[in-house]
């Protein structure tokens, strides 16, 4: 599902962001990604959309070869990989539905069936009361709430999330996880950046440790199918 082969990322400018990084993660798990700031989490999860690309190696998700899709192809890649942020990135002047109306529109999903996939994504993140809302009348954990709901309103096999409970408290960030796992037990692969190590102890899924562009630590496949 996502497999990384070698892969080395080196930004313009020289630092060498990732380094011949190699790993696995099957359909279905739910994977942390940890280290210290600047270790190059959000670099490896930019090169999953094709946000980045590598400077070597080979990725392949969903059994596409990122270096084989053309540029064309990049945007039916995209809805298959839903993006959450830590700053949610929700466009200010839209409401909650129009938000996570976007990724189907950009998509250029039929008007009639959008209403009701929206309705579908804001439910499951508990949130149907709040479509009428602007996103600086709701709280943190909220706005992130509609970020998840835009990431997976296109239905993607794999949710991608940079550190999503960066500016939650602790309560707030179970919840968040709470909805990742969720997604996780119908199926979708989910892979988390974070550097919350007693969050992600508890939770007791396999991680990943980043340190320096290069792969530290893997906890193997604890927590695989429930
Ligand atoms: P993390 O998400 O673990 O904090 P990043 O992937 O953001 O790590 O960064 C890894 C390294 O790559 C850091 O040294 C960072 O400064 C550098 N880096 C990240 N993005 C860019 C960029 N667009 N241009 C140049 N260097 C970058
Ligand atoms: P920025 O230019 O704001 O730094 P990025 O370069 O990270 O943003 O991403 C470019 C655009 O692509 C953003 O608007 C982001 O919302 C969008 N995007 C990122 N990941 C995905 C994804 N998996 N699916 C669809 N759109 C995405």
């Given at each position: 599902m996502i497999f990384f082969d070698s892969v080395s990322k080196q930004y313009p400018g020289g630092h060498?962001?990732?380094?011949s990084l190699s790993f696995q993660v099957d359909r279905g798990e739910m994977v942390f990604l940890t280290g210290h700031s600047g270790a190059g989490k959000s670099t490896l999860l930019k090169l999953i959309p094709v946000l980045e690309r590598p400077s070597r190696g080979q990725i392949v998700i969903n059994g596409i070869n990122l270096n084989r899709l053309s540029s064309r192809r990049i945007p039916y890649l995209r809805r298959r990989v839903g993006m959450i942020f830590q700053d949610h990135r929700?466009?200010?002047?839209?409401t909650v539905y129009h938000n996570v109306a976007l990724p189907l529109v950009i998509a250029g999903v039929p008007h009639r069936d959008i209403g009701r996939r929206v309705r579908a994504a804001l439910d499951k993140v508990s949130l149907?009361?709040?479509?009428?809302?602007?996103?600086?009348?709701?709280?943190g954990g909220e706005q992130q709430r509609v970020g998840i709901a835009r990431a997976v309103v296109t239905r993607p096999p794999i949710l991608l999330a940079d550190?999503?409970?960066?500016?939650?408290?602790p309560e707030l960030s179970e919840e968040i996880m709470g909805l990742f796992e969720a997604f996780n037990r119908v199926g979708v692969t989910v892979l988390i950046a974070s550097h919350d190590l007693d969050l992600i102890r508890r939770l007791g899924h396999r991680y990943l440790s980043l340190g320096d562009g290069q792969l530290t630590a893997d906890s193997g496949r604890a927590g695989r199918g429930g």
């Open positions: 060498e962001a990732l380094r929700l466009l200010h002047d839209r149907l009361h709040r479509e009428t809302a602007y996103p600086v009348t709701l709280s550190e999503p409970t960066g500016n939650l408290d």
